[in-house]
Structure formats: structure tokens, C-alpha cells
């Protein structure tokens, strides 16, 4: 197998080429005993869940907290969660990819892999919560196509596949990296991973022909996954919007779901960027700046989500139709209330507040407000699906008390738990397996940055002589006396 | 010796005991009987049997060992046997010559019997034999149909029976429908009832339908029935497209799919084709190898 080629020259000597890239792969040589002990409870939460879910199967749906009317519970609104997440992935990867914004270059890679994974379980959730998961077979072989069900289970299909390929495409140069490297390198499952490099890479040697190929599917894969990104969110809020239930019945939920999915997706990012800057020491890549940066796009999406959020509840509680009217009020002064004002001001109209000073988004600042908005994401998603479902257009009447009420009981939470588990194995099985910086792509930044510093010094230099040159003829051509001064102020 | 008596006595106790436990455990049964005579002059006893545990509620008896008698006199003669379905029903075809008593009825005496789940039980019916016969012109444009009710005295002569509530209705696919808002007249002396059948109930491509009078239900005559076709329907046309594609029907509109397959297979051209680019990658660095 013939040696990789690297595009690696003009790197300035504390970002050399040899410094990034040995900065992205010691933490994936690295098995210490915190990850050891971390995996171990992750483990064990997923195991607990796992067996909730066992026991959910072997005595039905009857054992969780669900009944005739609430029938899409913590489940449901976990997967639309989930699905927001997804959001990120193609926001700071395939939005800033596209709009050419390269100081995305050391985060791309956390956020594919934060889609990749929320896929995968979001994926799962609604399996989880059907009483008969077999029958989900049912939707291929008796699915009707004009259900939004089935545009659902189209659409996340199609994006996760284009999730995986769009994680995967900008590792190949890595993957390369990685098993030449292995060869020199101490480290774990060794043959495992020559194997798995091996396979990923698919013969990646570097040359111009394969660059050139790797960069127009990334170009395609860009330009495809917004729109399919895009979609996937609207379709989510189609399977709410296209019943007649109060609250759900809005024009405006395609939209509102998808700023709420990047609001969502992208603090999720930042929390993930505050984490492997600190565990893996890479400080040196993932700045203030970057923060700095990420915490504009996150406060131009919660304006964005705030103003769709105040159309999607001020327009019907100025009309109170009688069944939105329940409702409304139950959210407003009711049961709901305190969950729901909490959501608007301390996830929404707080994280504004803050993330409007430079002092906001700091990394700590937003490691904690992006805290707040996922949380209140998670929050919000339940908001949307329980409190609808327990004000049908019918009353309820006549019917058990657990009917008319609904609260996710242990074997719900357990799932659940164990599902968030499951999201932060994967991370973590990843970040030791995978660079978690694209390095080609950072390096390729830091050639970026060398050649504008290089160019704004040969500049510079320029004009200081075109100064000088002007300063003279000034003095000699009108012989006044004219203090001319090196930056050119007079 | 003493040993053995004890081990003996011991032994039928505990036998005793146990028999007693097991009837002790029976549930508790009950039987309701009808009876339907078909247009064929077949006559169908039907048995609904139910089943309770102590503190339970009555619950349909799976597998209920039943017994058909018909009373000859004082004599009961078994007509047949037969188990109950997983709803506690079943019935049973009762024979042409059934045994009339000297007020022209017939009895019938339903036994659930030596069944080992459930004790014994039984129910008598006693109904009055009588004939229902429909006539009408097809042809007739005023839709005058006459259902007659007729009984067979003791020496052999055919009687009229008056004042029996007959109702009309008209055959559909899942079962009955009353012909009209009024659609109950009584038998006259002569047994007729006649009613005056309405307009425009569908019938099939050609006008045909079946009508049906009926004696529902009587606690003298159990349920009598006769059918006759006749062509007093409202003709429909068959429908050339029943179920036209539409969102809310059985099959998708073309546009619909139509702009999802152009969507997603426009997606996942895309992925195709880089799957492919992928492969030359792989190509070319095979290629490299071997030169």
C-alpha cells in the first residue's frame, strides 16, 4: 500500500502540520480509567433501560404511564427531541460549509457526529413506543402513502443514511491518517482498529484524482442534506399539524419546528464544543472566537424560534376558541403553567438577554445557557405533545382517573434514560476510536490563516514604504512643515 | 393390620376430599335459548351459554358440553349434542317431524350436562310451530307485498293466525334493513299483513333486491322468517372508479407520488452516485498498487 499524501506545507511553526494532527489523535490512543469508569455507568443506565423496556414488552404499553388518550407520551416527545438535535450536524457543517465560513473547520466534526448519533436513537423512540414493535414491518408492506407516518419514516431514513455519509466522507483523508499512524503507535484493539481505518479509508493514498473526487460528493452531499435536513423537521411537525387536535392544528408548526430544531441543535454543539475542548485539550483550535462565533448563530435562532413561538400561541389566545381556549389556559395559568413560563423566559428570552454581551458567550456562559436551552427543549417538546392530547375536541368524560392525566412513570423515564445512555456510549466509543477535529480540514485552515498573515505583513510592509515615499514628497514639494506619521495620520 | 386400615381410611379421605375440592371448584352456568325459522322452513335453536366463577362476573363458557332434547310428552329425546365456541354459542338443526303436544307446540329442552368446568344447567323452550309465506307481483308498480302467517290445526286444516307483528325489511350486504320509518303491521284474520313498499331503496344494476318479512323475536313463535327477491329497487349504475385516488381514500393520488418519488429519488440518485465516486476512489488507489 503506497505512503499518504497530505496537502501539509506553509503551517506556521506552533500549528505545524505534525502538532495538529498528533493534537487529534492521542486522545483516540487513550483508554484511561475516568473513560473506563464512565462507560461503566453509562452501561449500566443503558442495561436498566434496557431491561424497563424488556419488561414493557413482555407485559405491554399497559405497564407505562399511557393510556387511551395520552398515547404519544415521553417517548414521542424524546424523539422530537432528538430529531432537533439532528439539526445541528447541517448547520454548522453543511450551512457554514456552503456559505464558505472556515472558521468551522475545528467543529464539523462534533456536530455530524451529534446528527449521526440523535438520528440513530430518535430513530429508535418511536419503535420504543409502539406496544408491538413487529408491527412496524406493517408500515412497508400496508403503508399508505399519503400518511405523514410515512413520510416520517421516509424522510429520517433518507437522512440518516445521508447523516452517515456526510460524517464519513471529510474522515476518509483521516481514517488514512489513522491506520499509517497505527503502524508507529501504541494503542488498544489494535488490530481492530487497522481493520476498521483500513475499511473506512477505502484506499485513500491522496492523490489529486481522489481529492478531487472527495470534493465534489462533499460538495453534493452539502447541497443535498440541507433540504432533506429541512424537510425531515417539517414532516415531524406534520404528524402533529395534520390532525385536527387544539394546538397542533397550525399552519406555522413546519417552520416553527425547524427553528426550534437548529435553536436546539445548535446549543447542543456548544455544549459538546465546551466538553472535547476541555477533555481533549484543544484549546488551540476551538477558540473564544469560535465560541464567540457560535453564540451569534444561537441567539439569531432563539430570536428566530422566539418570534415563530409568539405566533404560534399569541394568535390563537387572541381568538380563545373554545377547545384552543382549554388548552391555552391550562398552558398559561393551568397545570402546565409553571413548565411553560419557565420554558419562555428562562430558556428563550434569558438566553437572549445574555448571549446579546460579549461576556454571554464566553465558554462558560455558554456552556450554562446552552444547558438551559437544551433542557428547555426537551421541556417544550412534552409541552407540545401531552397537554394537546389530554384537551381533545371531545371532552373527557366517564373515564378513569389515570385516563384524564398522564406523568411518565419509572418504566418511561428508565427507557429514556437508558436511550440518553445509549446517545453517549456511541459518543464516546467514537471520540476514542475517531479524530474528533477534521484534520485535514483544520490543517487546511491554518494554511488559510498563514497566507493571510503572510499576506497582511507583505502589506503592510508596502504601505510603510509607500508612506515614507509619500512623506517625502510631501515635505520637498511644498516645503511646509508637515508632521507625516507612519500610519499615514498627519 | 392397623396400619393398613389407617393407610386405607386415610387414602379415601383424601380421594373424598379431593372430589369434593374439584366440584367444589365448577363454575356456576346459565342458558339462553332462541329460536329462528329460516325461509326453507328450517328451524334453529340457538344456545347462548355463559359461565361464573364465585365472585366473578357471567362470561361466555368456552367448550360447554351441550345436549338437545325435544319433549315428546313427558319424555325428552335427544335431538343432538354439541360444544360451545370461544363466544359460548352454538345451535343446533331441529328435525322436520319435531313432536307436538295437543296445544299444536313443540318443546324444546337445552341440557349443559357431565361437563367438568362447568355444573349442570338446563333451559325449555316451548314455542308454537307456524308458517310465514310472502307474496307479491315483481311487476307490481305499487309494491304491494302480503306476508301470510298460517298454522296447521289438530285435524290437518291450514288457519290464518291474526294479531302477529310482522316486519318488512330489505336484504343488504351486512345483514337487514327496515324497509320504512313504519315498517310493522299486524296479521288480520286471515293472517294477512300487507304493507305498501316504498321507492327508491337501492337495489343492484338491474333494480333487484330481496325482501324480507319477519316475525322478530315473538315469545309465541320465536323468529320466523321468509324471503322473496323482486325487482322493486332503484337501479345503480356500477360505478365505473369506486375508489378514486385521493388522500383520504385507499389509493394515493398520482401527484403525490409522483413528487415524493421525484423527491426522495432525486435524494438518493445523489447518494448512488457518490457511492459510486467512492468506488472509483477505491479503484484508483487498487490501481496505483498494482502499477
Keep these: ?490 | 393390620m392397623n396400619i393398613m386400615k389407617i393407610f386405607s381410611i386415610t387414602t379415601a379421605a383424601v380421594l373424598l376430599c379431593g372430589v369434593s375440592f374439584a366440584q367444589a371448584q365448577k363454575s356456576e352456568s346459565s342458558i339462553q335459548l332462541s329460536f329462528s325459522k329460516k325461509t326453507d322452513n328450517s328451524k334453529i335453536v340457538n344456545a347462548l351459554v355463559m359461565g361464573k366463577k364465585s365472585g366473578e362476573k357471567f362470561s361466555p363458557a368456552k367448550n360447554a358440553h351441550i345436549s338437545f332434547y325435544a319433549k315428546k310428552e313427558k319424555e325428552l329425546v335427544l335431538i343432538t349434542k354439541s360444544i360451545t365456541d370461544g363466544q359460548g354459542k352454538t345451535n343446533a338443526l331441529l328435525p322436520k317431524d319435531l313432536p307436538l303436544d295437543t296445544g299444536r307446540y313443540f318443546g324444546i329442552t337445552v341440557k349443559l350436562e357431565n361437563d367438568s368446568v362447568y355444573e349442570n344447567s338446563e333451559e325449555e323452550l316451548r314455542l308454537k310451530d307456524v308458517n310465514l309465506a310472502i307474496q307479491l307481483n315483481p311487476h307490481d308498480t305499487a309494491r304491494i307485498m302480503t306476508a301470510t302467517v298460517t298454522e296447521i290445526t289438530a285435524d290437518g286444516n291450514v288457519k290464518g293466525v291474526k294479531d302477529v307483528p310482522i316486519n318488512f325489511y330489505v336484504q343488504r350486504l351486512f345483514g337487514i334493513m327496515p324497509a320504512a320509518e313504519e315498517h310493522t303491521v299486524n296479521t288480520n284474520e286471515k293472517g294477512e299483513a300487507v304493507f305498501s313498499f316504498p321507492k327508491g331503496i337501492p337495489g343492484d344494476t338491474a333494480g333487484n333486491m330481496t325482501v324480507v318479512a319477519r316475525i322478530d323475536d315473538n315469545d309465541m313463535y320465536g323468529t320466523v322468517e321468509s324471503q322473496s327477491p323482486c325487482a322493486w329497487g332503484k337501479v345503480v349504475p356500477l360505478e365505473k372508479d369506486p375508489f378514486p385516488r385521493e388522500i383520504w381514500g385507499a389509493q394515493a393520488p398520482w401527484g403525490l407520488i409522483i413528487t415524493l418519488s421525484i423527491l426522495y429519488g432525486g435524494v438518493w440518485f445523489c447518494y448512488f452516485f457518490m457511492f459510486f465516486q467512492l468506488r472509483k476512489i477505491k479503484t484508483e488507489e487498487d490501481l496505483t498498487v498494482n502499477s
Design chain 1, 1 to 490: 500500500m503506497s505512503k499518504t499524501i497530505y496537502p501539509d506545507s506553509n503551517i506556521p511553526a506552533e500549528l505545524s502540520v505534525e502538532v495538529i494532527r498528533e493534537d487529534s489523535l492521542r486522545p483516540t490512543r487513550k483508554w484511561g480509567r475516568s473513560t473506563q469508569i464512565w462507560l461503566g455507568c453509562l452501561l449500566m443506565v443503558a442495561g436498566w433501560g434496557l431491561y424497563a423496556y424488556i419488561h414493557q414488552l413482555r407485559h405491554g404499553l399497559g405497564e407505562t404511564a399511557m393510556r387511551n388518550y395520552v398515547s404519544w407520551g415521553l417517548y414521542i416527545s424524546t424523539f422530537v427531541f432528538f430529531i432537533g438535535i439532528s439539526h445541528s450536524g447541517t448547520l454548522v457543517s453543511a450551512i457554514l460549509r456552503i456559505t464558505k465560513q472556515d472558521w468551522r473547520m475545528p467543529i464539523t466534526r462534533i456536530a455530524e457526529l451529534m446528527t449521526f448519533v440523535s438520528l440513530l436513537f430518535g430513530g429508535i423512540m418511536p419503535i420504543i413506543d409502539l406496544g408491538r414493535p413487529d408491527r412496524i414491518a406493517n408500515l412497508v408492506i400496508f403503508g399508505r402513502v399519503q400518511s405523514p407516518l410515512m413520510w416520517d419514516v421516509m424522510s429520517i431514513l433518507t437522512y440518516f443514511t445521508g447523516s452517515t455519509i456526510f460524517l464519513w466522507l471529510p474522515m476518509i483523508p483521516d481514517m488514512a491518517l489513522s491506520r499509517d499512524r497505527l503502524t508507529v503507535c501504541d494503542s488498544r484493539f489494535k488490530k481492530f482498529r487497522k481493520w476498521l481505518y483500513t475499511k473506512l479509508a477505502i484506499g485513500w493514498t491522496g492523490s489529486k484524482t481522489q481529492w478531487k473526487r472527495l470534493e465534489l460528493v462533499m460538495t453534493i452531499m452539502t447541497i443535498v442534506i440541507i433540504p432533506v435536513a429541512v424537510s425531515v423537521h417539517t414532516v415531524v411537525s406534520y404528524i402533529f399539524a395534520m390532525t385536527l387536535r387544539p394546538g397542533w392544528n397550525s399552519t406555522v408548526f413546519g417552520p416553527y419546528f425547524v427553528a426550534g430544531a437548529l435553536y436546539s441543535g445548535s446549543a447542543i454543539v456548544i455544549l459538546a464544543m465546551v466538553v472535547f475542548r476541555k477533555l481533549y485539550h484543544l484549546e488551540k483550535y476551538i477558540t473564544y472566537r469560535h465560541f464567540d462565533l457560535m453564540g451569534r448563530v444561537v441567539l439569531a435562532l432563539t430570536l428566530i424560534y422566539a418570534y415563530l413561538n409568539l405566533n404560534e400561541y399569541w394568535i390563537p389566545a387572541y381568538k380563545m376558541a373554545t377547545a384552543e381556549g382549554h388548552l391555552l389556559h391550562d398552558l398559561f395559568s393551568g397545570s402546565y403553567s409553571t413548565a411553560f413560563w419557565l420554558c419562555q423566559f428562562g430558556t428563550v428570552l434569558f438566553p437572549i438577554i445574555v448571549m446579546c454581551f460579549p461576556k454571554g458567550r464566553t465558554p462558560g456562559m455558554l456552556a450554562f445557557i446552552c444547558s438551559l436551552i437544551a433542557v428547555g427543549a426537551w421541556v417544550k417538546r412534552y409541552l407540545i405533545v401531552v397537554p394537546t392530547l389530554l384537551h381533545p375536541f371531545l371532552p373527557i368524560q366517564d373515564v378513569p382517573q389515570d385516563w384524564a392525566q398522564y406523568f411518565p412513570n419509572w418504566v418511561e423515564w428508565s427507557v429514556t434514560m437508558g436511550a440518553l445512555s445509549g446517545i453517549l456510549i456511541v459518543i464516546t466509543l467514537y471520540a476514542k476510536l475517531f479524530p474528533m477535529m477534521s484534520i485535514w480540514e483544520v490543517v487546511h485552515g491554518a494554511k488559510v490563516e498563514e497566507n493571510k498573515r503572510i499576506a497582511t505583513e507583505k502589506g503592510e510592509h508596502e504601505e510603510e514604504e509607500l508612506l515614507k515615499a509619500e512623506s517625502v514628497h510631501a515635505k520637498t514639494s511644498k516645503g511646509k512643515t508637515t508632521i507625516v506619521m507612519a500610519n499615514g495620520n498627519k
